[in-house]
């Protein structure tokens, strides 16, 4: 089984519909990091949690990361076709090493019209 | 634009070619990574380098060779590769915990 498992693997939706993507992990998650990546592109950097309990948006998505620091979620509202993409979370799980993330499998989001 | 870049972007190569890609960053940061990536699997961190010496090596094969001249620039060095190889392989630099990637490498090899 993964270090860190997301869910769904892939998910498609119509524009204007709200989801959420979940990522989870049976350790203690020191950073939480999510991603957006275009096919067969790099990873854009979308936003980071770090305190449990903690929430942050930009534009229409928002990421929380749960008190037990354990599992995290990003929510689009009114989704574009514009945030069609994949989105992998990502996590230090080891403290002390901050050079080191451990990333989900990812989930892919197609937006239809 | 994350202010790392990677050439080439793209790569065909045959098993017995030898062939290198480069990745360079001039955002002051001080570690830099190579992660492969294929399908349906999680990314796959390859090496770290932090200040010009590597701190990480995930048990990866000889015939990938990394090389970080000085923090702005790192290299993956390919030879004898084989076909399950072929993957986007991603480059990315940090100062402290966030990573910033490159566009990717995506390497066919043949």
């Known amino acids: 089984s993964q270090e860190l498992e997301q869910s769904p693997q892939s998910l498609i939706v119509q524009e204007g519909k709200n989801l959420t993507i979940n990522c989870t992990s049976s350790?203690?998650?020191?950073?939480l990091y999510w991603y957006k990546q275009k096919y067969g592109e790099g990873l854009i950097f979308l936003m980071m949690?770090?305190?449990?309990?903690e929430e942050k948006s930009h534009e229409k998505i928002t990421a929380k990361l749960d008190e037990k620091k354990q599992q995290s979620s990003l929510h689009i509202t009114a989704s574009q076709p514009s945030h069609a993409g994949i989105y992998l979370c990502?996590?230090?799980?080891?403290?002390?090493?901050?050079?080191?993330?451990?990333f989900g499998t990812g989930t892919r989001l197609q937006v239809t019209l | 634009e994350t202010g790392v870049t990677q050439t080439p972007r793209h790569l065909v190569m045959g098993m017995t070619n030898k062939k290198s890609l480069k990745c360079e960053q001039h955002l002051g940061h001080n570690a830099m990574y190579w992660y492969k990536q294929s399908a349906k699997k999680p990314l796959e961190l390859m090496f770290v380098y932090s200040l010009e010496e590597r701190v990480e090596n995930n048990s990866v094969p000889s015939r990938f060779s990394p090389e970080c001249p000085n923090s702005s620039h790192l290299f993956l060095h390919l030879h004898t590769l084989q076909p399950e190889d072929s993957a986007l392989y991603l480059c990315?630099?940090?100062?402290?915990?966030?990573?910033?990637f490159g566009p990717g490498t995506r390497l066919t090899v043949l």
């Open positions: 949690l770090q305190k449990g309990g």
């Open positions: 990315a630099s940090s100062l402290g915990t966030l990573q910033f």
């Open positions: 350790k203690t998650l020191y950073g």
């Open positions: 990502g996590a230090d799980m080891e403290p002390g090493t901050a050079s080191k993330l451990t």
